[in-house]
């Protein structure tokens, strides 16, 4: 008798177990049986679908709860429905519906799991789904949609303000050299004609009038050159980089013969990369470096290549006149300057190139500098090293 009346309790227990999970979970449960009548209709269901329910499952029933399609609009077909699958001997997985009605009139989506129901003979008895809330998580998707649609529309218009800038630039630099040069042309003529009919000071201020035409025109030069680099097709190949910083030197000694420079380099300093452009970046970053210790006693300038989270680094150094990190920020915008036009000449835009190509080739530049020091600039290619 004690062993019945323990089986009952025991029995008891587990019902109450159940009816208590069922009661407390957050996901909407419901069962029916073989006829379609409801076994099972938890809290969270009837969260869902209100309490004036029909009494079984029908074929009204998506007409009576507000069972739609995820577009809103249109009423789910009852054959469609996970219950229905389900009492044909159908499983469903994850499939997504959107409710309104009475009980949820601001509507809500849900995710909708559902499974024939089977005696131990393995006969259908029955169908059972499980309705899971999605409306936060699917709100959150479309905010993200409509973050990312505004992101590219802002991307699509960024993209074509810097073309049209970029047009701009190389228009307004190409009409500007006509006239600049005619300037310094006449210039050139007073000079050479009417020399012995100026005084002191009418020589100086056409010589200072030459000599700002001449900025002026490498500022042009240059900003021709940021334009081009930005409309040049990229194309990659093999490159020796310490062949070419070799040459670059060369030419920079043959330039100012009375530098001594020491220049380190490895032997051989194979990549992938545009040659043309690459050619062009190492001109400007060996060029800055050779003008910045100008200044130095025992000047040194390095290429070379280290290894960082598996990225080859390529840098060039110098123990030049560095500059201030806080300022670091803007070097490779252009006309950024970070010393005088008295201290070392130069345009300002040959960082901004070099910058434009790295970008070019899906590679990124960043400098680190100590003020008096000298400075180093890193920057990493999308070919990488060349075997």
Partial sequence: MGD???????????????????????????????????????????????????????????????????DQRTLVKFEDLPMARALRGESTDGAEFFIKNAAQPQGLSVSVTGRPLLDGAGRRIGGVVVLTDITKIKRAQERIEALNLELRRRSADLAQTNKDLE????????????????????????????????????KDYLNRMLSGCRRMEQVIDDLLVLANVARKEVRAGR????????????????????????FLSPPRLPVVADPGLLRMALE?????????????ENARIELGVELRANEAVYFVKDNGAGFDMRRADKMFDAFQRLHSQAEFPGTGIGLAIVRRIMDRQGGRIWAEATEGKGAAFYFTLGGGLAS
């Fill in 239 to 262: 490159i020796d980089l310490s062949a070419v910083a070799a040459s670059v030197i060369k030419r920079l000694r043959e330039a100012d013969p009375g530098r001594k420079v020491e």
């Fill in 284 to 296: 400007n970053l060996i060029g800055n470096a050779w003008k910045f210790t100008g200044r130095t």
């Fill in 4 to 70: 019945a009346r323990f089986g009952l309790d025991a029995a008891l227990s587990r019902a109450d177990l159940l009816e208590s999970i069922l009661d407390n979970t957050g996901e909407g449960l419901v069962a029916v049986d073989a006829a379609g009548r409801f076994t099972v209709f938890n809290p969270a269901a009837r969260t869902i679908f209100g309490e004036g329910r029909l009494p079984e499952y029908s074929k009204n029933w998506p007409q009576n709860s507000g069972v739609y399609y995820p």
């Fill in 167 to 202: 047009a701009f630039s190389y228009s307004v630099a190409h009409d500007l050299r006509a006239p600049l040069r005619a300037v310094v042309e006449f210039d050139k003529h007073l000079i050479k004609a009417y020399c012995d009919r100026l005084d002191e000071q009418g």
